[in-house]
Structure formats: C-alpha cells, structure tokens
C-alpha cells in the first residue's frame, strides 16, 4: 500500500541538520472538541517513542519492527524483491483530552541509522484521526508546522550503547513544554517503500526480576538479577545535576568476582543527571546479561525483561532434570532473541535474522511457541530479501551483511513455508513461496561442480555447518572455523539443496505442480549420485571418516550402504557425547530416532561431559551458549544448539503427525524411549485445540493419559499395537 493510505496527505519531516546518531523529539498540537475515538498512525526511524499530552503511548517496545525499510541499501550487484515498512496504529483515545492536545514524537537509531547499513536520515510521519459519534471525522497530520530539535540521547550504538544527557532537558514531552525557541521541522524525502500493517507481535515488558548484589569492584557495585535475559534495568536516579552514572552489563562473572570481559560485549548506559530524583532506563535499545555494574549514585530497582510478547503454547515434564533444563531453557533462549519481528543469532553481538540459525530453530519455535504471526513476517522478510536477479537468499533477513552458505542458510526459503505449513494446516503460505523456492534452487544450480553445490555469492563466505568443536586439537585454543568443521562446505550444501529438493517434490504435488515431481527426482538423484560419489569410502561404509554427523547426513538422505548406520551408532555410542555442529546436532538426533535408536539419542542429549546440553546446566547456564565448549563462546545466549527441542515432542512424547497431515489434523502417537523414563507429560497447542501426552510406568505396563482435539484423528501405537483414541480424554493402561 502507498503512504496515502495510513497516513493521507502527511509529510515525512525531519531536523535540518542531522547525523545518523541524531536522537529529535518532533512536537505537534491538535484540536478536538468532541470525540468518540482517537486513533494515530505514526512512524519514527529508526525507532520511536510517542506521547501524547506527555504519556507514552509505547513503552518499552522497538518500533517499527525491523525490515528493509526502502531501496537504499541493496547488496552489491544485486537487487533485492521488496522494501516495507510496517505502520504501527494506536488507540489514543485515553490519552486525548476536549481542545488543544500535543503529540510528540522522539525517533532516530535502529537499524535504520546504524553504521552496518545506513538506510537515511531519521525522520518521522504521523496522522490522527478523531471520529465523533455521528460519524463526522477530523485529520491531524505531521507537516511543516511541528517543532523539533535534539533530544537528550547523546550517544548511541543499536548493539552496544545509549547515553543520556538529562541536562538538556527530560521535561520534551510534557504539553506544556515551552518549543518556543525550537526549529520548524523540515520536508525530507519519503522512502522508497511499500506501507503495510501486520499482526507480527512486538517487543513488549514480558516481566519484572529483582537484583540483589554481589560483589564490588574498583568502580562500582556489582548485581544480579538471576538469568541471563534481555532488556534492561530501571535505575532510580540520586546523582547531583551534572554526575554521570554509567552501567556495564555481562552474561558472566570472572574469577574475582567482577564482570567477565570476554563478555561485556561493549554493553553500557550512561546518564548524567539534572538533579531531580525519578527512575530512568534505556529508551532505544536493549541489553543481553545477567550481572551489571553500576558507576555513580544509582541504585537499581529491577530489571525489565523486554522481548517479542509471545506466549509458549507447550508443556513438557519428565523425570529427567537435563530433559527439562533443556526445554524449558530453549523456550528462554529463543524468547530473548525474538525482538523486533525476527528471531536473531543472539540479543547483543549481532542480533541478526540469519537464516541459518532461524530455519534451523523454526520446527522447534513452533512447537512450543504461539509464533505463527511472528515467523510470518520473518517469512516476508525472507522474500523480500532475495535477489531478483540471481535467486540468491540473502545470510539475514532483514537484509544486514553478514556470513553464511548457500545450503543451510538459503534453505529457509524452503523450510519455513513448509513448517509454517505443516503446523498450522494453511496451504497458501506454500503457493506464495513456490516461485521463491524455484529461483533459488535455479542459484545452488549455477554454483555447483560436478553436482556438488561448491561455491556461493562471489567475495561472501561459503560455509557448510556451522560451530563445531575442536576435535582435532582439543588441547589447542583453535578459533578458525576451518580447523573447528571437518566435514566440507560442499557436503553439507548439497545435502541441503537435496533436502529442499524432497520437501519441494512434496509441496508440488499439494499445490497441483504435480509436473514439477518428476524435475525434481531427476535433481534428488544426480546430487545424491555426486554426494556417494565424491565423499562416501567403500572401505569402511563411512562418510568424511563418521565424524561430525557426517554420516547421520548420508544416511538422513539414504545414501551409503549396509554398515552406515550401524558405524554412526557404534561411533556415537562409544563417543557418547556430541561432536557436531548445528546442522549435525539436529540431523544425528532426528536420525537416531526415525531408526529407532531412541535410548542413544536420549543417551547424547543427556550426557554430562564437556559438550552438551548437561554440561552448561551443570555450570549454571540459564541460556544455551554459541559453543559446546563454554569457554570458546563470545555469547552465551544463542538458540541455534536447540533445533532438538522439537523431537521431544515428535519422538519422546510421540505426537507425531502422519505424512499426508498438517495442522494436526492426523497424528500417530507413539512415545519412544519409554524405557528411559519413569513418567512424561506435555502438551501442544494446534490449530484444532490443545493435544496432551502422559504416561506412567506402573507395575506390569504403562498408564497412558492423552487427549486429542476436536477435528482430529488419532491412534496411540506403542510396544508394537495401535490403539484406538477418540476425541477427548483417553486413559488406557498398556502392558509391556
């Protein structure tokens, strides 16, 4: 849609002089005399804050949500499908009082300020409208009129900083503010993009922690507020007028007690004081930590835990603690990469929406997460991001320069319209994306030898998996990624343009492209030809020597032979732990449970050594960490290492769907690794209404407690019989 149409004849306007790091406060006034409702839509970029007669009508959100906003930043030699910006609408009608009312607006950084990707200038839109009872109604929108000048932000970094110079003044917002001596605002130039609405939800205060203190260092004091989370904290302000108080934050403590510097991340906010007594927190960004120290005369009352407003839409309970660590801390991991409107690699460093770690993580988010909204959009970012010249997907969605491949990062353009599609049922998320997914298959065609996908986007990275450990010289502190994946970028690459390949075959014959099946099997069987060609040894049955996962991927894809499989069980059985990558860790565990090695795959995941989900329990984690090995981790707060999250559910619990369903509508539910547990429960929200699984080891068998929702079709198959389940509860007692 055009500007016209949230915004009718409203002017973009801005401050004559400005820098990308300009923080403005646009200042506007409306009359209504009598109204019913008061509605604004508004923009300010990069993110805004409105108040309206001094009342913030946002609190603690990032807006607009993160896209690729306007047609400025396009990667070189490529250019890209779509450019949106999302337009956020307000009921102000609380806020709004008969005759003369003021707006204000403070805007700027974001992404669409910040130095990785400069887009423009901030700037700011706005228009209200007052609707009276008898239907006659009245615009007010932004134009040449509003007053603006800087505001108290006085140095900034999306992902490192925000300063506060409440000096120049923290009274802006206030209706009787006197902007007397301010500027007119400026005419600047409308970006170049197409306006929409979205029900992708926002960042939103989730919760409040308390902090207590533990330790003090040559600075300051240092605290605690329990986990390592996202947001920030509300500090109560006692410094004199002019005093700085500065607060450094970290996901861990070093050994004497003070913030751990591998950690900081650069992570700070500062404040200099006007004098007056009041609370005080960051407005335009957040922090990933757990402990922060703080410089000054501050005493801090809580934190605020900022991210996505997203519900879990799941349970999950057994017997086994690191089981549950593991569910329970992905939820959380994921939750704090969630802000803006696409899930990142982690809440500070980066804050990307890499596909990689995204499509990866999907089946499990939507799993346990009401997210459908949310990766809905991302999915348009996705789209949007794709090169129309070459097919090319992009490594982050919004589009941000980054690293990646061309098989597991691309691949999103596949997995996540399927996933979306086969959680919720929806068949038109498919039909919208099968052109994107035929275009971006034609890309890995021409970057391919010899049938082997070898090469990516010329000057970019060319990666296979992705974070594996050091196996090769575990004594060494190895940092390369060369020396930290053994198996080849091709390998992996040509797996995942293979994998696409099958799921596209699959979604061709659901939407009536029944002629492309046959395409796409000739493709399947020249790549899986080139795979068994060039990395399978006739020798010994194994793939790039049965390390990494290497051969959980040939068998994943049928390839090899008799003693494949059987190698991978002995290697990982006698290993006992994983040594894999994020790819591998999430192929070698799915694989393990379609061929009924249920008690190996729980075996891996709950193994205490030196990599694993048990060893960062054991160590007081309450984020997964970007490495197996803590130590080698820049962030400890990356949910890409969880992608198994979702085979809890699918083999564990065993509510699994049958191949021809989605949304739910068929499932097989068939508990694996019974034997391994005492008792389990958990549920899922579906479509169709919530399906719950229990069971109980009791003397002589297993009592089965399982609910299946209205619409939906179920049998309960374990220790080799079906049983009958009806719509409802079902109590059935098997023996073993």
Request: net charge negative; hydrophobic share 35%; proline share 4%.
């Amino acid at each position: 849609m055009d500007r016209s149409y949230f915004f009718k004849n409203a002017a973009w306007v801005g401050k004559s002089e400005r820098t990308p790091k300009t923080f403005s406060v646009l200042r506007g006034r409306f009359n209504v005399d009598s109204f019913e409702k008061v509605t604004i839509n508004v923009l300010g970029l990069g993110f805004f804050k409105c108040y309206i007669n001094g009342k913030c009508v946002n609190p603690d959100t990032f807006l607009p949500l993160s896209s690729d906003f306007e047609a400025t930043c396009d990667p070189k030699d490529e250019v890209l499908s779509g450019h949106r910006i999302y337009v956020p609408s307000f009921d102000i009608t609380p806020f709004v009082i008969p005759g003369e009312n003021v707006i204000a607006i403070h805007f700027g950084g974001g992404w669409y300020t910040h130095r990785s990707r400069v887009f423009g200038l901030p700037k700011a839109i706005y228009c209200i409208l007052a609707e009276r009872s008898d239907g006659e109604r009245s615009f007010f929108v932004s134009d040449e009129s509003c007053r603006i000048a800087d505001s108290y932000v006085s140095d900034y970094d999306f992902v490192k900083y925000e300063s506060h110079d409440y000096t120049l003044s923290a009274d802006l917002f206030k209706p009787d503010f006197d902007d007397g001596d301010w500027e007119n605002a400026i005419l600047t130039e409308a970006p170049d993009t197409d306006y929409l609405s979205t029900d992708c939800p926002a960042d939103a205060l989730i919760r409040e922690l308390p902090v207590k203190v533990v330790g003090k260092s040559e600075n300051g004091i240092i605290y605690d507020c329990g986990e390592n989370t996202t947001g920030y904290p509300v500090l109560e302000l006692r410094a004199k007028k002019g005093e700085s108080v500065n607060v450094r934050f970290s996901e861990d403590l070093a050994a004497d007690g003070t913030l751990d510097p591998r950690h900081v991340h650069g992570q700070n906010y500062t404040v200099i004081s006007d004098g007056c007594n009041g609370t005080v927190q960051p407005d335009f960004t957040w922090f990933c930590f757990r402990y922060f120290e703080v410089t000054g005369d501050a005493v801090p009352k809580c934190v605020k835990v900022i991210h996505a407003d997203i519900a879990p839409a799941s349970t999950f309970e057994c017997d086994n603690e690191t089981i549950n660590w593991t569910y329970n801390t992905f939820i959380h991991t994921m939750l704090c990469n969630m802000h803006t409107g696409h899930p990142s690699d982690c809440p500070h460093l980066e804050r990307r929406g890499y596909t990689g770690d995204g499509q990866l993580t999907c089946h499990a988010a939507l799993s346990v997460l009401d997210a459908r909204s949310f990766y809905e959009k991302w999915l348009c970012d996705i789209g949007d991001c794709q090169d129309t010249l070459s097919g090319h997907i992009q490594y982050t969605a919004p589009y941000i320069r980054s690293g990646g491949g061309p098989g597991g990062w691309g691949c999103a353009i596949v997995e996540v319209p399927y996933q979306l599609y086969r959680h919720y049922g929806d068949a038109e998320v498919l039909y919208k994306y099968y052109g994107n997914m035929r275009r971006y298959i034609d890309y890995l065609e021409a970057h391919s030898e010899f049938g082997l996908v070898t090469s990516d986007k010329a000057g970019e990275w060319c990666l296979g998996d992705w974070c594996g450990p050091n196996i090769l010289y575990p004594d060494r502190d190895i940092t390369s990624h060369n020396q930290q994946v053994i198996i080849p970028a091709p390998f992996v690459n040509t797996y995942f343009m293979v994998k696409s390949l099958e799921t596209m075959r699959e979604i061709a014959l659901i939407i009536g492209k029944d002629s492309d099946a046959a395409e796409y099997d000739e493709k399947i069987a020249t790549r899986k030809k080139a795979i068994q060609a060039a990395y399978f040894n006739t020798f010994d049955g194994n793939f790039v020597m049965n390390v990494q996962g290497a051969n959980s991927f040939a068998v994943d894809l049928g390839l090899g032979n008799s003693t494949t499989y059987a190698n991978m069980v002995a290697y990982y059985k006698k290993l006992g732990y994983f040594d894999t990558g994020i790819f591998a860790t999430d192929v070698l565990i799915r694989t393990l449970f379609e061929h009924g090695d249920a008690e190996l795959a729980v075996d891996i995941l709950t193994n205490n050594g030196s990599q694993g989900f048990e060893h960062w329990r054991q160590n007081g984690a309450t984020t997964f960490h970007e490495y197996w090995d803590s130590n080698r981790s820049r962030s400890h707060c990356h949910p890409m290492f969880g992608a198994p999250v979702a085979y809890f559910f699918e083999y564990l619990l065993g509510i699994k769907q049958t191949k021809e369903s989605a949304g739910y509508e068929e499932m097989i539910i068939s508990p694996l690794a019974i034997s391994r547990f005492n008792r389990m429960s958990g549920s899922m929200e579906t479509p169709r209404g919530r399906v719950s699984v229990s069971y109980e080891r009791e003397d002589g068998g297993v009592r089965f407690a399982i609910n299946i929702p209205r619409r939906s079709k179920a049998i309960l198959r374990v220790f080799g019989a079906d049983y009958a389940l009806t719509e409802g509860e079902n109590e059935i007692f098997v023996t073993e």
